[in-house]
């Protein structure tokens, strides 16, 4: 794997050379999330699931649509800053208290994202990349069978896939 990472890495650096080389442009590294979730360290999306739809931005949510990316997480795994973060406060997605109605909103590399499903360990202060922030809700007991994940929404609501 740390080949392979070695590799995609080199191409980046040869594709950004190249993309300088004939538009004389600046190429800016794209931020992208380090792991946010124990036992999912390359970040898997969430697919569909038959019951509950899919875990795509954009994707339908009856009339209206799912305005973040899910990552696959299971129920009480940890949850680590996918970047040094500034943690803003706390993030409720339902606002109805139901077991998996908590999160939190945190800002880095100059963006500003909540967690949903998420129990926060604190809710000011920093924390450096790989540093728990907290764990995963009992998704199964409020939507059983799904996919259990960490939902991403941008603060600006705009697509996160560019992240990952
Ligand atoms: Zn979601």
């Not at 339902?94 to 994202?113: P, R, S």
């Amino acid at each position: 794997m740390e080949t392979s990472t070695y590799r995609i890495m080199h191409l980046d650096i040869l594709f950004c050379f190249l993309v300088l080389a004939v538009l004389s442009s600046s190429c800016v590294d794209q931020v992208k999330f380090g792991p946010l979730c124990g036992g999912n360290p390359d970040n898997m999306k969430r697919g569909c699931d038959t019951k509950y739809g899919c875990g795509h931005y954009g994707a339908s949510r009856g009339s209206k649509k799912h305005m973040g990316l899910d990552i696959v997480c299971s129920d009480g795994a940890y949850l680590y800053a996918p970047f040094d973060v500034r943690i803003i406060g706390r993030a409720k997605p339902y606002g109805n208290n139901n077991a998996i109605d908590d999160g939190i909103t945190l800002m880095g590399e100059g963006l500003c994202f909540k967690l949903f499903y998420v129990m926060p360990d604190q809710l000011s202060g920093t924390r450096f990349k790989y540093e728990k922030i907290g764990r995963l809700l009992p998704m199964q007991k409020v939507y059983p069978g799904i996919t259990s994940h960490v939902h991403v929404q941008m603060c600006d609501k705009s697509d996160p896939t560019k992240y990952f």
